[in-house]
């Protein structure tokens, strides 16, 4: 009799023992459940592959077309660098690196917006490459104030369809690369900045261009011809 009072006197020690050690195991296993839960999933790498490569055909590209154009206006201007536009691009990286639109929208959706911004970047991109290159040497990075002996209006090819064409492809390139990164507030961001920018360049330009080709020529052209940037006739 004593020893089965002893035997179960063990098994009940043990269950004990056993029921404690559960109970302190249990909130580590909640714990490891709620961090593997909460982990954020960074956005794709190829989503930055894909930002690099368009930046750098971008900048490239701009620079190798004034050298072919306009050689005696070349400098470091040319390719396009500024604090401004650096500072902005800087924004969009941080907010790639740190804000997971991934786990609150969902991959697929992501997957999708950087498709739409690669194909946004790429007819932009287009557009303006063919005006820059079918407009030569009367196409330059700085509003001129004076006209050059070999200076024309150019009203023919992506100049018959869009006022400011180099203009209409910047306003789609540059927001399209917040796109191409899963970018929610950066895109917001860029088309605010792009639209004001171009809000007040525009009537200073075209200022000039009355000046320099004729106020009747100029006003004809720009009546029949719209940049096509929204809010800027």
């Known amino acids: 009799m004593t020893q089965e009072k002893s035997l179960r ?3 009940r020690t043990l269950q004990l023992a056993f029921q404690q050690r559960s109970r302190i195991n249990q909130p580590h296993k909640k714990l490891r459940l709620n961090m593997n839960t909460t982990t954020s999933v960074p ?3 190829h989503f930055l592959e894909s930002f690099l490569v368009i930046l750098a055909f971008f900048h490239l590209s701009e620079f190798l077309i004034a050298l072919v154009y306009n050689r005696n206006l070349l400098n470091r201007h040319s390719w396009l660098f500024s604090v401004p536009y650096c500072s ?3 924004l969009g990286l941080c907010e790639y690196f740190f804000v997971d639109y991934g786990a609150m929208l969902g991959h697929r959706k992501i997957g999708c917006v950087h498709k739409i911004g690669i194909a946004t970047c790429l007819v932009g991109e287009t557009i303006r490459k063919w005006a820059e290159i079918h407009a030569k040497h009367n196409f330059t990075h700085v509003i001129q104030t004076e006209k050059r002996a070999t200076h024309r209006l150019v009203t023919e090819g992506p100049y018959k369809i ?7 492809g910047w306003f789609l390139w540059a927001p399209g690369t917040q796109l191409v990164l899963g970018n929610v507030v950066s ?5 605010g900045v792009s639209w004001r920018f171009f809000y007040k360049r525009i009537p200073v330009e075209e200022y000039f261009l009355e000046r320099m080709f004729g106020e009747e020529t100029y006003a004809r052209y720009r009546q029949k011809t719209k940049t ?6």
């Not at 895109?187 to 088309?191: D, R, T």
């Not at 096509?228 to 006739?233: E, L, Q």
Request: aromatic share 22%.
């Open 228 to 233: 096509w940037i929204p809010g800027i006739p």
């Open 88 to 90: 902005a691009m800087a």
């Open 9 to 11: 006197r063990q098994e």
């Open 162 to 168: 869009f006022r400011h064409p180099g203009y209409f």
């Open 43 to 45: 956005a794709p790498p």
């Open 187 to 191: 895109f917001a961001v860029f088309v």
